[in-house]
Nanobody
């Protein structure tokens, strides 16, 4: 099993920045992809960005050029650097790890005020 703990959410003004962190523990050797998803009130949970073991990244179109996903394997941590934040980025952000199964963190709230 894999355990994921997110941190770094908060309240920021439009145009501001936040960095989310996700620390993985447990059977981390079996993880092949990690990512960030977000869920706004009343909406479904959507993909934001992913990173593979080889370092290949993928972003949803709405965050390209503003968000950067990265990994520090020595710290078993994945980051999401979010710049130029917009009110529509407001959501609960969830860390995700893919092995033979999928694992989710508890989520961290990001609120962008206009």
């Amino acid at each position: 099993q894999v355990q994921l703990v997110e941190s770094g959410g908060g309240l920021v003004q439009t145009g501001g920045s936040l960095r989310l962190s996700c620390v993985a523990s447990g059977s981390i050797f079996s993880i092949n992809t990690m990512g960030w998803y977000r869920q706004a009130p009343g909406k479904q949970r959507d993909l934001v960005a992913t990173i593979t073991n080889e370092g290949t990244t993928n972003y949803v179109a709405s965050v390209k050029g503003r968000f950067t996903i990265s990994a520090d394997n020595a710290k078993n941590t994945v980051y999401l650097q979010m710049n130029s934040l917009k009110p529509e980025d407001t959501a609960v952000y969830y860390c995700y790890a893919q092995t033979s199964y999928g694992y989710w963190g508890q989520g961290t709230q990001v609120t962008v005020s206009s």
